[in-house]
């Protein structure tokens, strides 16, 4: 009967293509909103899902792999994945990709042969991957990359512009600024840093936005400790560092910032009290340290849904963002307090 839904009657299931036209939005629009890309305005994302609920959609992975000559996989290569970060980046992409249909197969990079991006790339795609992202590169295993004839689309978690990738990142400058401008505020007037590798772009990062305020502030800039974003690194540092008269130290990770305090305590050199601490990250336990961690939050969740959608976007030939930053947000706790004066 003319006007009547594809789904009235049980004639025929309802495509995407139907619940664009009941929506009024193209079907490109309606994919995006299945997949969860967030540039998406409330209002179309709501139509979209009228349509949806009102039609009784619902899509098959299978049937869409048929239909499209797709394997319904994206590749996951993750530089050091031991650490949290790297670590949380990649399960939240598993859980933002399986929400949209897709699985995820992943490639751990080492320093061994058998271990390079390179090798990575020529494995993930003999599988038949849709497409690749890159999770916690450092500099070393990103030129390997470039090297490489990916001839799909491929995006990297980097907060530095690619010109031949798409990047996807949490802004590490604006977390790193944002913590130590609240040292600043708290009157801390000499900070010290302990970084990640140099190697590391997030590191890289965040020891830049750390100089930058501190310059902007006109405050004094001591070369920063290196450390390997273990708490053992931390621990190093916490049981040699001498303070002079630093009230502050800004620490690039939490598992770091936790050996830091560790070292501290055994010297009997108290956080707040004699030193305050602030992490990045946002670790599960950063709360439940002694004392709680100020640190930098990193939102995972949603880092991992920005990949999934600029990547599915990719594969169906749509128009994507070269650059993607999400904002973080600084957690306030009880290892930062104002100096003594």
Not at 203 to 210: I, L, M, P, S
Request: hydrophobic share 45%; aromatic share 4%; glycine share 8%.
């Amino acid at each position: 009967m003319a006007g009547e839904s594809p789904s009235a009657g049980g004639s025929r299931k309802p495509s995407i293509y139907d619940v664009a036209d009941r929506a009024g939005v193209s079907h490109m629009t309606v994919s995006r909103v299945l997949n969860g890309h967030p540039n998406i305005r409330a209002s179309t994302r709501d139509r979209v899902m009228k349509a949806i609920d009102e039609m009784s959609f619902t899509r098959s992975s299978i049937a869409r792999a048929l239909a499209t000559n797709r394997t319904m996989r994206i590749g996951a290569i993750i530089d050091n994945p031991g650490f949290f970060g790297p670590n949380s980046v990649l399960r939240a992409i598993e859980v933002a990709a399986r929400e949209s249909g897709y699985a995820v197969s992943s490639f751990s990079v080492g320093d061994d042969e058998d271990r390079r991006v390179d090798t990575g790339v020529a494995e993930l795609t003999a599988q038949g991957v849709d497409a690749l992202c890159v999770i916690a590169p450092r500099a070393s295993s990103l030129d390997l990359l470039r090297q490489q004839s990916v001839g799909l689309p491929t995006l990297v978690v980097k907060e530095e512009p690619d010109e031949q990738m798409h990047s996807v990142s949490v802004d590490q400058r604006a977390g790193a600024a944002a913590a130590v401008r609240h040292l600043i505020e708290l009157g801390h007037r000499s900070i010290l840093h302990v970084a990640g590798p140099p190697d590391w772009f997030d590191a890289k990062a965040r020891t830049e936005a750390w100089r930058a305020a501190l310059a902007e502030a006109g405050l004094p800039i001591v070369e920063p400790m290196i450390g390997d974003w273990s708490s053992d690194s931390g621990y190093a540092f916490g049981q040699t560092l001498e303070l002079g008269d630093a009230t502050a130290v800004f620490v690039a990770n939490d598992q770091m910032a936790l050996g830091l305090m560790h070292g501290f305590a055994e010297r009997g050199i108290r956080v707040p009290d004699d030193v305050s601490v602030v992490g990045f990250d946002d670790a599960p336990d950063a709360r439940h340290y002694l004392p709680p961690l100020t640190t930098v939050r990193q939102d995972f969740a949603l880092l991992g849904r920005v990949v999934i959608g600029e990547l599915l976007a990719a594969i169906e030939g749509a128009e994507t963002e070269a650059r993607e930053l999400i904002q973080p947000v600084l957690k306030l706790r009880a290892s930062t307090a104002p100096p003594r004066s």
